[in-house]
């Protein structure tokens, strides 16, 4: 028998200043769906209170701290420190992808740089992220759906303002979707459920159903309305956008 198919070894790296500790949890669940985290550093300056959030919860997590000092206002050694990292261990050849954790453009020359490697890069960032920074990474998560969905745990509150995702209207998702579709339906305009997700990711870096408030892409094409949903003997599911006088509005 063939061997199996090895794990993707991932490298995490989190910029600290631009992520939130209350997505630890959530963040290294996401990138178990995608392999496995075989390094984990967070850059920072913890000599301070104001990252005492990420302190709290890096020993939980297996997440090495790396100390980078704010000598100078203005000037942030933790991304310097962030990208010369990164460059090395890509250098290493030992990864077969590296998530970059931050809402911070600057790291968007890091992302192409490495894919340029054929390396994956998936980003994880807060919605403000620029746009930039997300269509550089293969596909990119943002924060906000990985919050926990009960209340912060008790912290000052200086510590994390950062609120919830905002869902947009499943309606929203509905041309998109019917790109993806239309790319990849047969003659009668069916397309396998499975793989117009795969090209929704190709389309946009950041589409994810959760941002529509949906669990699942079948929960959110049933919701965004416009399509036909069938499932073949075999338990596939198929998808179709309505004809034009059929459409939901």
Request: hydrophobic share 40%; net charge positive; proline share 6%.
């Amino acid at each position: 028998m063939p061997p199996e198919p090895r794990t993707p070894r991932l490298a995490v790296l989190i910029d600290a200043d631009n992520a939130s500790p209350r997505i630890a949890q959530g963040l290294f669940e996401e990138i178990a769906k995608i392999g496995e985290a075989s390094v984990r550093r967070i850059y920072g300056d913890f000599s301070g209170t104001r990252l005492k959030g990420w302190a709290d919860v890096l020993s939980m997590h297996a997440i090495m701290p790396h100390q980078n000092f704010a000598y100078t206002s203005g000037k942030n050694a933790s991304d310097i420190a962030l990208v010369i990292d990164a460059m090395d261990l890509l250098h290493s050849g030992r990864f077969d992808g590296f998530c970059l954790v931050s809402s911070d453009s600057d790291f968007t020359r890091l992302a192409a740089r490495i894919r340029e490697h054929g390396v994956n890069v998936y980003g994880f960032g807060e919605q403000k992220t620029p746009e930039s920074f997300r269509q550089a990474c293969r596909r990119f998560v943002y924060t906000e759906n990985l919050l926990p969905e009960a209340g912060a745990p008790d912290r000052p509150a200086q510590a994390d303002t950062r609120s919830a995702v905002t869902s947009k209207s499943p309606a929203a998702a509905r041309n998109l979707i019917r790109k993806a579709v239309a790319q990849l339906g047969d003659e009668d305009g069916w397309a396998p459920l499975g793989r117009v997700g795969q090209q929704l990711a190709a389309l946009a870096s950041d589409f994810d159903p959760r941002t529509y408030g949906q669990a699942k892409l079948g929960d959110l094409v049933g919701k965004a309305g416009g399509f036909e949903l069938r499932r073949n003997d075999t338990g596939g599911v198929y998808i179709r956008s309505k004809p034009a006088g059929r459409s939901a509005g």
